[in-house]
């Protein structure tokens, strides 16, 4: 009896704690999930929505309920992620565009050549404002979206003011919500965007763990899913800053603008060491197999990946950060047994001393994360140099006119916009589709700067369609009632806001239920429009490829040689920046980190570049190879700066000391010799003389050691990219 009784206790507990710990864990989702800055955006949409359905509800006023809601929806897709000093700006601008864009097809609609005129004109000029910058390009496109709802909706025995000014009501209604929204929490976003930064870093991390501990990795994939993953870090840490400059002269709480800000600062100088390179990863593998060091390394970037994610988390839910108690005991034992392996061993010193500036590297970035620890509970340390970089003032004028002279990105696409437009609405008038304005919506959606966009744009648009239709056709079976479609609806704008920037095909699945809902409620012909949907879907993202494709294509490979160029310009600036550090002593000052950030940026855009010509017809893939192999070297040699200079201190000797100073001006010529390659190719003579004296590696201090051992390596791979650039002339 007694030992039932205990086992029933025991059955007690187990039952209490298994519950305490699921609840715990629904209540970390819960916090996770209302943090998340996408949720936030959905329950935006859904909220507005839900009141714009009481007319319908109320006083039977069905089409304005919906006229509302499409105005909404339009609102939400132009809004950007500005400071609220500027959220009043935007949503003014935003409601003049809207009413211009509806009262000109209202105005135009029933006169076909001088509505075809006036779309084309219109959608040129408001592409156009993408050249003042991203906050105009996403209003301008939610002024082609409200369009186009114009169209669908319009109706000839209808005063033509009465749409219009529905359709801007509902984009003013959730204007005025989402700035209430902001004021709120006016920091949210940049909590999530942080959070996301340092989840990516924590992905690098683990990631470059892969070159410790196996002698069988493949190290040439590791180093390009390392390229790939840099775009990731590289794209978080230009959101952060274009965020944090938004945010610096508005209203808040500037204690808390000054935390987020330093956390921001201290992810850049991770990112500059988990992105540096020492030595030959495979050698130094190969140099200690016999030991269990390359092991450790493994355990400590992997844990380093961790504590950086548990940061990101901290952040997320705005929570103190406090670094793993293990990382500090990992970093201690790792410098011990490297210590005691030396004194056994006695390993050659050109390679155990670019083993030990790793271990010191590494030490650094948990040096970094105490240091974010301690300000998530004392507060900011900022100092004088804690400035972000800002865009030079240009006028509106000269920034119009400097891309319409340059054929620039934005006009190229403003162009094409503008005739795929006119070709569309040609072939609506031709084919005389009924309401087919869904062949110009999927045109807007679809058709991006560059074919490889568009084509990952037109596979997840036919997909998410398609699903769509799947989904919504038995609702509208199940669901005949006004109130449940009503539901249908608001749930699939929060689903479809909610996936709109991670998932834009289960994004597009939404918005088709969306559309489903708003046809059967305005005319009951829901199920009717599944086909024509299906049919306009092809036919819109048809036009949009043909469209990329032939007017005014630029294809990847003719952007090569221009992005590699660009690149190792940023390279050399960055390299005399750290060289200038070495001269008068380490500080992370503003002209330093712009060098710094603006080499990554223009490595990444090399490496966008080869991703996206591998997505080019076959015709078009020219130098795919050699894109590739110039990728993979650039970063390299990116890789080799950063260690130069995550570990600069002052040296003033480097540039004056006999033995040293020739290295430093080989490194300079093979750096300005490869960058000459690319404009005048000189396939003869890649390699380069220079007269050096003996170097005696005993004579060297460690750290001077490791210094000469990263120009080196610079100087060589520099020299790579020379012999691979002067192939790329040839290729027209």
């Known amino acids: 009896m007694n030992y039932t009784a205990g086992s029933f206790n025991n059955l007690q507990l187990i039952f209490f704690y298994s519950m305490q710990a699921i609840l715990s864990l629904l209540h970390e989702q819960f916090r996770t999930l209302i943090t998340h800055t996408y949720f936030h955006a959905g329950t935006r949409v859904l909220c507005a929505i ?63 050549w001088l509505f075809a005129l006036g779309l084309a004109s219109s959608t040129f000029l408001f592409v156009m404002l993408g ?21 669908i909706g319009f109706q000839p025995d209808q005063p033509f003011y009465v ?33 996301q930064l340092y989840f990516n870093l924590g992905r690098y991390q683990q990631e470059k763990s892969r070159f410790f501990g196996n002698q069988q990795t493949d190290w040439l994939a590791v180093r390009q899913n390392l390229v790939i993953q ?57 140099a200690f197999a016999d030991t269990e ?13 961790q504590a950086s994610q548990q940061l990101g988390k901290a952040i997320q839910m705005r929570k103190p950060y406090n670094v793993p108690t293990s990382l500090r005991w990992t970093v201690k034992a790792l410098h011990d047994q490297l210590a005691y392996l030396d004194s056994k061993h006695h390993f050659e010193k050109s390679v155990f001393t670019p083993l030990s500036f790793v271990l010191k590297n590494l030490t650094g970035i948990h040096q970094l994360l105490i240091e974010a620890s301690e300000i998530s509970h004392t507060g900011s340390k900022l100092t004088g140099d804690a400035l972000l970089a800002t865009e030079p003032r240009v ?93 249908i609806l608001a749930l699939s704008a929060f689903f479809f806001f909610t996936y709109l920037k991670t998932n834009y095909s289960v994004a597009v699945t939404f918005i088709t239920l969306f559309v489903m809902m708003v046809f059967n409620l305005l005319s009951g012909t829901g199920l009717e429009v599944v086909l024509p949907r299906i049919q306009e879907t092809l036919l819109g993202c048809l036009l949009a490829v043909l469209t990329v494709s032939f007017i005014l294509p630029e294809w990847q490979y003719k952007r090569v040689p221009k992005l590699l160029a660009l690149s190792l310009q940023a390279n050399l600036n960055y390299f005399e920046h750290v060289i200038e550090q070495y001269r008068e002593g380490k500080q992370e000052s503003l002209p330093y980190r712009v060098a710094r950030r603006e080499a990554h940026i223009a490595d990444i855009n090399l490496a966008s570049a080869w991703q996206n010509m591998l997505i080019d017809p076959g015709s078009k893939r020219k130098l795919v190879k050699e894109s590739y192999a110039l990728t993979n070297r650039n970063n390299a040699l990116l890789a080799y700066i950063s260690a130069l200079a995550a570990h600069r201190s002052q040296f003033s000797e480097l540039e004056t000391r006999p033995d040293l100073a020739p290295i430093l001006a080989l490194t300079r010529k093979a750096l300005n010799k490869a960058l000459q390659s690319i404009t005048t190719p000189d396939c003869e003579n890649t390699q380069i003389e220079a007269q050096l004296p003996p170097l005696k590696i005993t004579e060297l201090t460690p750290e001077q050691l490791a210094i000469v051992q990263q120009l080196q390596l610079i100087a060589n791979t520099a020299t790579d990219i020379q012999a691979l650039a002067c192939h790329i002339g040839k290729v027209k």
């Open 293 to 305: 060091l390359t092991q450790g390394f493994h355990q400590l970037i992997s844990q380093l990946a």
């Open 131 to 151: 050249c003042f910058g991203q906050r105009y390009g996403q209003i301008a496109f939610g002024a082609l979206l409200l369009a186009i709802y114009t169209m």
């Open 50 to 112: 839900s009141f714009t359905v009481l007319p319908a509800l109320l006083w039977q006023q069905t089409a304005l309920s919906l006229t509302l809601a499409l105005g909404v929806v339009a609102c939400a897709i132009a809004e950007t992620d500005d400071a609220n000093s500027n959220k009043l700006k935007s949503l003014t601008i935003t409601l003049i565009c809207f009413l211009v864009a509806s009262f000109s097809v209202e105005l135009l609609y029933q006169t076909p």
């Open 163 to 195: 749409q219009p000014l529905q359709l801007t009501a509902g984009a003013l209604w959730f204007g005025l919500f989402s700035l209430v929204w902001a004021w709120i929490s006016p920091y949210r976003s940049l909590h999530e965007q942080l959070a």
């Open 395 to 487: 006028k509106a004028w000269d920034k119009f006119n400097h891309h319409i002279k340059s054929r620039s990105v934005v006009f190229r696409h403003a162009v094409r916009m503008s005739l795929c437009f006119v070709i569309g609405y040609g072939l609506l008038q031709y084919l005389t589709l009924d309401k087919g304005y869904w062949v110009l919506l999927t045109c807007l959606f679809v058709c991006q700067p560059s074919f490889s966009e568009t084509r990952k744009r037109l596979i997840q648009r036919v997909v998410g369609t398609l699903i769509g239709v799947a989904i919504g056709f038995p609702l509208l079976y199940w669901l005949p009632s006004l109130y449940g479609q009503f539901f």
């Open 230 to 286: 840099n775009i990731s870090v590289v794209n978080s840490l230009n959101t952060c800053k274009d965020t944090l400059n938004n945010r610096l002269h508005g209203s808040g709480k500037k204690e808390r603008l000054d935390l987020l800000l330093q956390y921001y600062l201290i992810a850049q100088q991770i990112h500059e060491r988990i992105t540096a390179t020492h030595y030959q990863y495979s050698q130094l593998e190969h």
